[in-house]
Structures are given as C-alpha cells and as structure tokens.
C-alpha cells in the first residue's frame, strides 16, 4: 500500500518536472514565470490532442478554453468609451476617447487584429482590451478592434475577407467623419495571425483603383508571414520554444486552410508545396532575405516540389497555400513598393522570427520606410503577457515602444 503511494508520488513529481521543464534559453528573463506559462500552454494541449483522439472535442475547439478564460466585458469608463458594432457584417469593438475633442478636431484611427493563428483569440481578451484602452489613452485614438471569424469554422479566406471588408467600411469618409478619425492618419496593426491580416489587407488595398483614403501605416508584430518554407532558420531553432512551439504553428496554417489532416503532415514534413507555390519559392528564399546574424549555421535547403499526394482531395489547396493573402511575403517588389511604412517587431526565440526579419529586407528592397525592432531575448506571444499573473517585463517593454512609434508615426 505504502510502496504504491510512493511510486504514484513519484510519478507524479516526475511527471510535473517534465511538464514543467522546459529548455529555455538562459538570456530570457523571468524564466521561471514562462516555464510555468509554458505548462499550462503545453497541458491545455496535450488534454486538447486527447480529447481530439477520444472524439470528445476537437483541438482547437479545447484550445480555445485561453480565449474564453481571458475574456472580459469591454467597458467604457471615464476615459474610454467603448462600443460594440457591426462594420458591413462584422463584429467590431470600437474604443475612442470619452472626451469629445475640440470642434473639427480629427483623432489618429488604429485598425487592430488579434492573435491566435487564426483559430483562437478575440478582440474581448483581457490583453487586447488593455492594449486598445492604451491606445485610446495615450494617442488619443480611435481604435477599432475586428472580431473577424475563426478558422477551423471558417477557412481562409473568411477571416481575411472579414477584416478586409471592415477596413473598406471604416475607410470611407462618410464612417471616419463619425469617429472623428483623420483620413491621413490611419494605421492597420496585428500581432502573431493578425500581423498576416494586416500586411496581408495593406497590400490588398493598393490594389483598388477606386479606393480614396489609403492607410498611413502597417504596424505588425511577430507576424507570420508565409506558409511554403516552414524550416527557416528560426522555425528549426526554435522548435521547441515556449509558446509557439514548431508544431502548433503548423497546426495553426493547416487548420486555416482546411481540416484535412493531410496537409499538417505534409507541413510538419516541409512537403507540402506543389508546383504551383515552386515559382513562388524564389520570394522566401531566406539564403537571399536574411541578414548573416540569423542564418547562423544553417545551410539552405529549398523545400521539395510534390507534384501529387495530398493536393488531390481539393484542388484549390495548393492554390490557397500560393495566395499571397494568405502569405503576404509571396508577392514580387512591385506589389510591395506603393506600402506605406511599416513597423516590424520580431523576436529571437520565435519560429516566426525569420518571418518578419525577410519582410523587412524584401519592403526595404522594394523601397518602403520600415522601423526594425528585434527583441534579442524576446519570445513569441510577449505583448499578451501585461496582465497579472502572466505579466511579463518584456511584453510591457513591448508595448511601450510599439505605442511610441505610432505617437511618432502616424
Ligand atoms: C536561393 O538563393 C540562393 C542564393 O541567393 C540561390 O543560390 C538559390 O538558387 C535560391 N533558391 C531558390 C529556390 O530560390
Ligand atoms: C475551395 O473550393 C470550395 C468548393 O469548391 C469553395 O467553396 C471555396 O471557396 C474554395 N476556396 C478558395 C480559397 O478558393
């Protein structure tokens, strides 16, 4: 009786230490604080493949426990006023200061896209709802924080049309007039997928030759940006990283484009482009688009062209896949000239970090202003973490300086 006491103690001492411990590197800081964030992270979807395996729920479906367990009721206050609206069909939260400026006093407008890779989060998050409050307090903007439709439910390209039609909504002068929002002064921002969307809808409104009012600014932080090379030097060295780990950054791309598990084992493999994304290649090549720091030791190898396999069951996967609105790095220079400039936060412990750092060589190729800010000990997801208990030094750190350059930029 005792002995098997013992042995459930120890199994269960041996089991938490391996939840627990996590390699992380020794320049984060607050290390401890993210191995036990990491745990939960890991925990929830480990309980979540289960669940998949048992058919109870499907994963992202138990994932999305974050997003419901953060969420909270978006209240105006003294300070900010907030409202919850539909723009052309689409939920939104729009957050604006409480006090009416002067008369014809025109407000700075940030069009804002959560993250969660297109599967998880929500604009009602503790973490966004703080980061639109700061907006509204410090810039005296307006924000419009977009509630656009999750993946698996809703495939690409629902959430990008989703957002899409909020930003033509909100750019009209007859819209912009009743938030008192400046028309010069409009900036579209993301973090993580919601990077994707707003570099994604920035070159996709250059697009329209009609379109009056265009955006003064792309903020996007720790986007991801393509979906045909996901063994850049920073998917393979971060592979295992809090809490982006390689794996779930696959399941999140598979996920957005269908629920057919096929296309996760082909990503997990790097065999997933087909001779429709090959032409395509050329413009993830990070041999060419990464400064020497980044490629380190790592040798290029361009992905494998499969011509058959797992493209079958719906032809227009590999055509979702080569969509430059679904990864935006995907488009030659003259689709990226004409961008407004651009703010680019990347982090060294991410799988995505390579991501962003090819967007800003190819956007400053291409001749598009854009402030570079790489976060040494920086790790994936960061600027969610401002809130207790899971608040995080860097991530304030973060913010303010994301917040400082739009002051200084738009
Ligand atoms: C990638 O770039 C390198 C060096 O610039 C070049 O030698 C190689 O052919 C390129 N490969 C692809 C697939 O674009
Ligand atoms: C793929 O095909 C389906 C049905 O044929 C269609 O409903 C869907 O919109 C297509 N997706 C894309 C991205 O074209």
């Known amino acids: 009786m005792r002995s098997k006491g013992i042995f459930l103690l120890l199994l269960l001492g041996a089991l938490t230490s391996y939840y627990v411990y996590s390699p992380i590197p020794n320049d984060i800081e607050e290390k401890w604080k993210l191995m036990f964030t990491d745990c939960f992270f890991r925990s929830l979807s480990n309980l979540a493949d289960l669940s998949e395996l048992v058919g109870l729920k499907d994963y992202m479906g138990v994932m999305m426990f974050i997003t419901f367990a953060e969420r909270v009721v978006p209240l105006s206050d003294e300070r900010v006023q907030v409202t919850e609206e539909m723009f052309d069909g689409v939920e939104v939260v729009v957050y604006q200061p409480s006090q009416q400026g002067g008369v014809g006093e025109l ?20 973490p966004y709802d703080f980061l639109s409050r700061k907006m509204v307090t410090d810039l005296g903007a307006v924000v419009v924080s977009v509630e656009y439709r999750l993946a698996p439910a809703h495939h690409f390209p629902v959430p990008f049309e989703d957002v899409y039609r909020v930003v033509k909504h909100f750019l009209q002068p007859v819209v912009l007039a009743r938030y008192h929002a400046d028309p010069g002064r409009i900036a579209v921002s993301g973090d993580s997928a919601g990077g994707n969307l707003a570099a994604a809808v920035s070159q996709k409104l250059l697009q329209e030759p009609e379109q009056e009012v265009q955006l003064k600014a792309q903020a996007l932080i720790y986007p991801v940006l393509q979906a045909l090379d996901l063994n850049t030097p920073s998917y393979q060295q971060n592979q295992h990283m809090p809490i982006l780990p390689r794996t779930l950054m696959v399941r999140f791309w598979s996920e957005y484009f269908t629920s057919d598990k096929a296309l996760f084992h082909a990503m997990m493999a790097n065999t997933h482009n087909s001779p429709e994304s090959a032409a395509l290649l050329k413009f993830v090549n990070w041999s060419s688009f990464l400064p020497e720091p980044y490629r380190q030791a ?7 062209v499969v011509a058959t396999g797992m493209h079958r069951p719906s032809n227009n996967l590999s055509h979702s896949i080569a969509d430059p609105r679904a990864s935006p790095l995907l488009v030659p220079d003259t689709a990226l000239q004409h961008l407004p400039k651009a703010y680019v936060l990347t982090c060294e412990y991410d799988v995505l970090r390579d991501d962003g750092v090819m967007y800003v060589t190819r956007l400053r190729r291409a001749g598009v202003e854009v402030t570079h800010e ?17 608040d995080f030094e860097i991530g304030h750190r973060m913010l303010g300086n994301y917040v400082k350059w739009l002051k200084e930029n738009l």
């Open 107 to 126: 407000r700075r407008a940030v069009i804002y896209l959560h993250g969660g890779g297109w599967c998880l989060g929500s604009s009602r998050m503790g």
């Open 298 to 304: 790592y040798n290029y190898r361009a992905p494998p």
């Open 374 to 390: 790489h976060y040494p000990s920086g790790f994936h997801g960061a600027l969610m973490f401002t809130l207790w208990p899971t």
